[in-house]
Structures are given as C-alpha cells and as structure tokens.
T-cell receptor, first 113, second 116 residues
Framework: EAQVTQNPRYLITVTGKKLTVTCSQN?????MSWYRQDPGLGLRQIYY???????DKGDVPEGYKVSRKEKRNFPLILESPSPNQTSLYFC????????????FGPGTRLTVT | AQSVAQPEDQVNVAEGNPLTVKCTYS??????LFWYVQYPNRGLQFLLK??????LVKGSYGFEAEFNKSQTSFHLKKPSALVSDSALYFC??????????????FGKGTKLSVIP
C-alpha cells in the first residue's frame, strides 16, 4: 500500500530536549516536505527536499533541521524544542515537484512543555 | 513572494445546494494552484490542481475549481453538497518563477459545514 508514515504519532516532551520525528514513504517519490498546522494559521511549510541531499527552507524553518540521506526518509529534527513549537506536524511526498499531488502522512502531535 | 488568502473561515451550506469555497492568490510569475481537504481526525488529501490549460478543472468527489487570472482567484465548487463534504479545505499555490519556486504556500483553511 502506498503510504507516508510518521513516527511518533504523539509526543510530549520538555523544553530543550532534542527530538526527531521520522518520515518515510514507499512510493519512490523525489519531493518531500514538512508542514506544521496551527489553529488560525493553517498549514505552513517548514522545509522541503527536491531529492537526496537537496533541501531548502519553507516559510517557517527557524528552530528546525532536516536531512535527506536516503530517498525514502526525511526526518525532522528539533535540536532544542520550545513551547512555541507545540503543533501538529505533517510530512508529505510527491513524485513530481511540478504538480504537487502530495501524499500526506497521518500527522504527529507534538507538545513541548 | 507568493501568498494565498481564503477569506472565509467557515462556510455553511444546506445539503443539496451548490457550494463555493473561495481562494485568491498572489504570485510574481505563473501560479500552480491546488486544493486539499482534511476530514476530521484524518490527514490531508489532494483534491485537484491547475497547472495550465482549461480554466475549469475537475477533481475528486465531484469537486471542480475555476481559475480566473484577472481576478487572481481559484474558487472551489460543487453543484450539490453532501453532508460527507463537511471538512477543512485548503487552497495552495506555487509560483513558477525565480528562487524558491519549489515552495508551496497554503491558505489558512476554510471549514465547510453541510447541514442536513
């Protein structure tokens, strides 16, 4: 089954404790992206990747890191989480950066206390 | 810089009536436009896209959208609403010009409620 998986689905952590949210797709997609969803703000793109070893900033990259060492994986790293990073995070992938028919993961709800 | 506006936070429509969810955009070059839907407690799903060509595009679940370049709009429409259409709808845009052209910008979303 074609899918994008994210882990963990729920995470409660404390300020400053480094964490990684994993994202993996099994569709051999080139384009992958991370978004955060906040009430009243909609979806905002954090980082995206055109292919292996190619990443770029989205609208809200501050406080986040990403890497793309393999085509299927695109982890999101929070080196020193803060409460304003409490949010619902989505990973997405698409085969074509032109058409952006993205497949989204189920989401990761992160709470930073 | 590219941007998207969804002027209505919520749209209510009676079942069986036509529905419209509005979206306007701003880009420097040519727009690639998209609609996504998020059903309650579920992830987002792609509905339809405009890249080039016919201004009226058809998508999943009977939805369609009309690209209007002069009004910089891309409104989502459906002739007859179903209760099951109740969800959060996002419009998104990509500007095909210059740096950052692979960035995708979403609107804030419009909550559609279809009343039985």
């Amino acid at each position: 089954e074609a899918q994008v998986t994210q882990n963990p689905r729920y995470l409660i952590t404390v300020t400053g404790k480094k964490l990684t949210v994993t994202c993996s797709q099994n569709m051999n997609h080139e384009y992958m992206s991370w978004y955060r969803q906040d009430p009243g703000l909609g979806l905002r793109q954090i980082y995206y990747s055109m292919n292996v070893e190619v990443t770029d900033k989205g609208d809200v990259p501050e406080g986040y890191k990403v890497s793309r060492k393999e085509k299927r994986n695109f982890p999101l790293i929070l080196e020193s989480p803060s409460p304003n990073q409490t949010s619902l995070y989505f990973c997405a992938s698409s085969s074509n950066s032109l058409t952006f028919e993205q497949y989204f993961g189920p989401g990761t709800r992160l709470t930073v206390t | 810089a590219q941007s998207v506006a969804q002027p209505e936070d919520q749209v209510n429509v009676a079942e069986g009536n036509p529905l419209t969810v509005k979206c306007t955009y701003s880009v420097s070059g040519n727009p690639y436009l998209f609609w996504y839907v998020q059903y309650p407690n579920r992830g987002l799903q792609f509905l339809l896209k405009y890249i080039t060509g016919d201004n009226l595009v058809k998508g999943s679940y009977g939805f369609e959208a009309e690209f209007n370049k002069s009004q910089t709009s891309f409104h989502l429409k459906k002739p007859s609403a179903l209760v099951s259409d109740s969800a959060l709808y996002f419009c998104a845009v990509r500007d095909d010009s210059g740096a950052g052209s692979y960035q995708l910008t979403f609107g804030k979303g419009t909550k559609l409620s279809v009343i039985p």
